[in-house]
């Protein structure tokens, strides 16, 4: 049997959200039969502890379907006032204020499934505002001034965006190449101000540029070098590229260390009887 806040439910056609929680019903288009119900709250964190999200101005909202995006989700709340932002995240956590993506090829993140989002407003007031909208019908996510694209026109809309331009490509890195070259000269010239200078308490910071530079090869230096790194190599080659060779060339060994073994060992013995005492 389905528990009595299901029963409940049923029977008044409201979902019962958690403690805490207001549920509010939308639907995709006015066709649709059974609404999707999203579960809002205000969010409520310590002072700085959100940075991005602050609390009472910030709706959190949980069980975002994947076909709503921030701009659908924007125009859904802005009846209840301004909205500022609105971050779609694929779980709660606390966020920190992110430099806004200006890069229509690099650092895109694609989210899949059902998600949460923060929905910041310019007023208090809004939040309450939009936990009030459970006492409407359910709200319209695609409507016909602003359809949402799903099925087929958002694969072909998905595809249509993966086809990059080399003209922009080409324009986005020159543009960050040149702003990579402007950070590491000005880098280079705060460092070549700092060289030598000592900090507060005495020190001078080294750097590399400030070691002696190397003297320059002579041409018989070059020879030299060229003359070792060949060697170099040769003593690298193998002597015995197969196997077998291999097991020669240590039998080979092994049978030289056992003569020459028993030759000392009759050198030694020899050695042996002739020392003998001769007084005369």
Known sequence: APPRAEKMAAATGRAAAPAGYTALAVKFTERQRSPHWLLVKEHQVREGADTAHPPRRTLFVLN?????????????????????????????????????????????????????????????????????LSQEGPLLISTERHPVKTGISKWIASYEASIVD????????????????????EEEAKAAQEEGVPDEEGWVK??????????????AANLR????????????????????????TKREHIAQLRKKFEEDKQRIALMRAQRKFRPY
């Open 166 to 185: 080399p003209k922009e490509l080409k324009a986005e890195v020159d543009s960050y190449m040149q702003d990579y070259d402007k950070k590491v000269a």
């Open 64 to 132: 975002v379907p994947p076909y709503c995006d921030s701009d659908s989700l924007s125009r859904l709340f802005s009846r209840c006032g301004h909205v500022q932002s609105v971050d779609i995240c694929d779980k709660p956590g606390l966020g920190e204020k992110k430099d806004k993506l200006t890069s229509k090829f690099f650092d895109h993140k694609t989210l899949k499934g059902f998600q949460v989002a923060y929905v910041v407003f310019k007023k208090p007031a809004a939040v309450q505002a939009a936990k009030a």
């Open 206 to 219: 080294v750097t590399r540029k400030g070691r002696k530079p190397g003297l320059p090869r002579t041409e």
């Open 225 to 248: 070098v060229l003359e070792k790194e060949k060697q170099k190599r040769a003593r690298k080659e193998l002597l015995n590229f197969y196997a077998w060779q291999h097991r020669e």
